[in-house]
């Protein structure tokens, strides 16, 4: 029900709420359907055969792109959100992103599409199949980073300080992000089973259909999310440098991109991806130490920066995990998992589903599990929140490894287990994910907010990272690899449940540095 006056907000609402929370809802919700849409068949096409439509790349290989893409779309968030706040507004970054996205998401759809026959012979690529995958990577990559963090911040703009929907519009919000996550692997994989290029054109194609919706609805989100407004000279001057500055690196990114196109330089993506987490990892913490040795901070301040540096190591450890999703475990649905049901065989993507379904049924139930804890005060604190999402993660790769183990044995394994292993899993996103968003808030000193933020998404984007590499290890195969697989899912299981213990008996430590924060 749509109504012109609300005292709480300007301009029309909808249900309560402002109207433009609809139009960030449908942009959002299409977007995640590109994302979640195309990630449940990157893994899947990159290990396919060649003569069979993919890009017969090895496990080692797809894994550590597939771990650098999710890395990149979290990395990229940090500079994305810069640019908007100082250069390009909200609101036209969200724009200019999801362009971006689409263009990406129709590259993806290119490789072996040209030429008579398609695939059908084929033993290798030409330079064209693979620069347009790689490059459609990229852009993926580039427009997620200028889209995803400045639409929630949209959001947040909707509502005045202190009102008491701005919770539940975010929830709204994010059911919208689910909402795409939910049926993206279906509808993708579905077109998939009969031609990959109709997936990944699907997945553009979703991202689409949100941009007209934005475009044709963008009134009403007048007045939020413009760019910056420069009055005085001095800015103006920066402002114009500023500008200068980004297009050059712009044309820099597009030449190193070329050069690395024409093969003069060889490529490494084990050892880039290898790197890439020292990197992030040296500027985390070197960044943190930086905070808590010369940003001012009294020693309440210093411990809660300490905390947050404590917690970063076991967010990347839960993430480096949880993110198996897309890459291990749909491997493991594609090779070992007996998908036949009354003679019909279910898409290996559909099974990426099954996460989003979890989040949608349980989010509410935990949410009001918390709160009605927390009346009886008996809620946990954060590190024991954190130490439940482990031992979660956990239990559902100690579910794997007798799964694994059928899987040796030469038999299928029936899709209850996986099922029931991204069941506790998503018990574990909702015990730590949410925990560790609000926590950051909490322990930011004054004036550090966003960067403590930032710093929190690198641990999220490490950890995608690390599942990437973790990935080309334990998704068998070869015979020797499948022989493995049981002991590497019990190896994760002992890493994953010691990190757990050790989070436990660090937690009166840790909840002293936290001062008075819960």
């Given amino acids: 029900m749509e109504t012109p006056n609300n005292p709480e907000f300007e301009g029309p609402t909808i249900f309560g709420h402002p109207k433009g929370l609809m139009t960030l809802f449908f942009t959002e919700m299409w977007e995640r359907f590109s994302y979640y849409g195309m990630r449940a068949l990157l893994i899947l096409f990159m290990t396919t055969a060649i003569a069979d439509g993919g890009l017969g790349f090895d496990d080692k290989t797809s894994g550590a792109i597939y771990g650098l893409y999710t890395m990149g779309v979290y990395l990229l968030a940090l500079p994305g959100g810069w640019l908007a706040d100082r250069l390009f507004g909200l609101k036209k970054s969200v724009w200019y992103g999801g362009i ?62 202190g009102s008491s929907k701005r919770d539940a519009g975010f929830s709204i919000f994010y059911m919208g992000i689910n909402l795409g996550a939910l049926i993206a692997p279906i509808a993708c994989s579905t077109l998939a089973e009969y031609d990959w290029h109709l997936g ?178 008996l809620e946990p604190s954060s590190p024991l929140k954190f130490t439940f999402g482990l031992l979660l993660l956990g239990l559902g790769f100690f579910v794997m ?41 909490k322990l930011a000193p004054k004036g550090y907010a966003g960067q403590m933020m930032g710093i929190w998404f690198l641990s999220v984007s490490l950890g995608n990272l690390f599942a990437g590499l973790i990935a080309g290890e334990a998704s ?25 213990l050790l989070l436990f008996l660090l937690k009166p430590i840790i909840k002293r540095m936290m001062g008075n924060v819960h």
């Fill in 200 to 377: 990944f054109g699907l997945a553009g194609l979703g991202m689409v259909f949100g941009l007209i919706q934005y475009k044709i609805t963008g009134a009403s989100l007048e007045g939020y999310g413009e760019a910056p407004v420069v009055a005085e000279e001095t800015e103006k001057v920066q402002q114009k440098k500023l500008r200068s500055l980004v297009t050059w690196i712009g044309l820099a990114l597009a030449v190193f991109v070329a050069v690395l196109f024409t093969g003069l330089i060889p490529i490494d993506v084990s050892a880039i991806a290898g790197a890439s987490g020292t990197i992030i990892a040296l500027v985390a913490f070197g960044y943190l130490g930086y905070v808590i040795l010369f940003g001012g901070l009294d020693k309440g301040d210093k411990n809660k920066v300490g905390v947050i540096a404590i917690l970063f190591l076991f967010s990347a450890m839960f993430w480096s995990g949880f993110e198996q999703a897309g890459s291990t475990l749909n491997l493991f649905a594609e090779r070992f998992t007996d998908r036949s049901v009354l003679g019909f065989e279910i898409p290996t993507g559909y099974f990426q589903s099954i996460n989003s379904m979890f989040i949608i049924i349980f989010a509410p139930i935990f949410g009001g599990m918390w709160v009605w804890l927390g009346r009886k005060n």
């Fill in 100 to 161: 971006i996205i689409a263009m990406g998401h129709f590259m993806m759809a290119l490789p072996g599409i040209f030429g008579s026959g398609a695939y059908e012979g084929k033993t290798e690529l030409s330079a064209l199949d693979t620069n347009s995958f790689f490059l459609g990577l990229i852009l993926i990559v580039l427009g997620t980073g200028l889209l995803k963090p400045n639409i929630s911040s949209i959001v947040g703009q909707l509502y005045p300080a």
């Fill in 476 to 500: 068998g195969g070869t015979e020797e690899a499948l022989a493995q697989m049981p002991d590497q899912y019990m190896l994760i299981v002992y890493t994953v449940i010691g990190s757990a």
């Fill in 401 to 441: 490894y007798f799964a694994a183990k059928i899987a040796a044995s030469g038999d299928l394994a029936a899709p209850t287990w996986l099922i029931m292993t991204y069941m506790l899993h998503t018990f574990g996103e909702l015990s730590l994910s949410p925990v560790g968003l609000s926590l950051v808030t």
